[in-house]
Structure formats: structure tokens, C-alpha cells
């Protein structure tokens, strides 16, 4: 099993930046990817942003969503067990409920596929 839990949401105005953080606990030994997702009000989940496993000399290969590229971006410290999601220039339409994701495939967290998820962390962004 693996547990994780989001941080850093909170209430910006639209052109702002906030970034989220994910710990991840439990059987961190294996090398998941990791992701974000979102929710808006009256929504489904949608895919936000992923990254492949790093390791030292071998970056982690990253998949945004193309509504957040250019603005978003993802990271990861494997030695802390944390993936963070920088957003920048946020917009209105930004605001929803961001989840942190993990999996043993990038594909399959992209797709929200046999996912571990967190509780997630409110953004939002007023105009």
C-alpha cells in the first residue's frame, strides 16, 4: 500500500502561483510514477500533469495536460518521497480539487488507471 497526502492548496487571484506537495508513505521501495490530477465543481477527474521514475543520471520523463503546459510544472525528490506541482499564471478556470496520484506505469497514471490517490487539496482562483 501506498498513502499519500497533498498540500499547499489555498485561495490565489487569477495571474498568481501556488505549488502543490505530495508525500508519499507506505511501500515507497518501489519506483511508482507520479501525478496530478484535478476535479472541478460539476466535473470529472482530469489528468494534470505526470513523471515517470528518476534516478540519478536518468530524468524523469514528464506528461502535461495541454490545458497547463507552459505554466505547470512537475517535479519530484525521490529521496523524500515528494512530488511537487508548480503553477504559475493561474486562471479562474484553474480552480478545482488536485489530487496526487501514483502507479507503476506512467500510461496507467496518466489514464487514472489502478491509481493510488490522496484526499486532495483545494485551489482556488479568483478573477
Known amino acids: 500500500q501506498l498513502q499519500l497526502v497533498e498540500s499547499g492548496g489555498g485561495l490565489v487571484q487569477t495571474g498568481g502561483s501556488l505549488r502543490l506537495s505530495c508525500a508519499a508513505s507506505?511501500?515507497?521501495?518501489?519506483?511508482?510514477?507520479m501525478g496530478w490530477f484535478r476535479q472541478a465543481p460539476g466535473k470529472e477527474r482530469e489528468f494534470v500533469a505526470a513523471?515517470?521514475?528518476?534516478?540519478?543520471?536518468?530524468?524523469?520523463?514528464?506528461n502535461y495536460a495541454d490545458s497547463v503546459k507552459g505554466r505547470f510544472t512537475i517535479s519530484r525528490d525521490n529521496a523524500k518521497n515528494t512530488v511537487d506541482l508548480q503553477m504559475n499564471s493561474l486562471k479562474p478556470e484553474d480552480t478545482a480539487i488536485y489530487y496526487c496520484?501514483?502507479?507503476?506505469?506512467?500510461?496507467?497514471?496518466?489514464?487514472?488507471?489502478?491509481?493510488?490517490w490522496g484526499r486532495g487539496t483545494q485551489v482556488t482562483v479568483s478573477s
Open positions: 496520484a501514483a502507479g507503476l506505469q506512467t500510461r496507467t497514471v496518466v489514464a487514472g488507471i489502478d491509481n493510488y
Open positions: 513523471m515517470s521514475w528518476s534516478s540519478p543520471g536518468i530524468a524523469g520523463i514528464t
Open positions: 507506505g511501500r515507497t521501495s518501489l519506483h511508482y510514477a
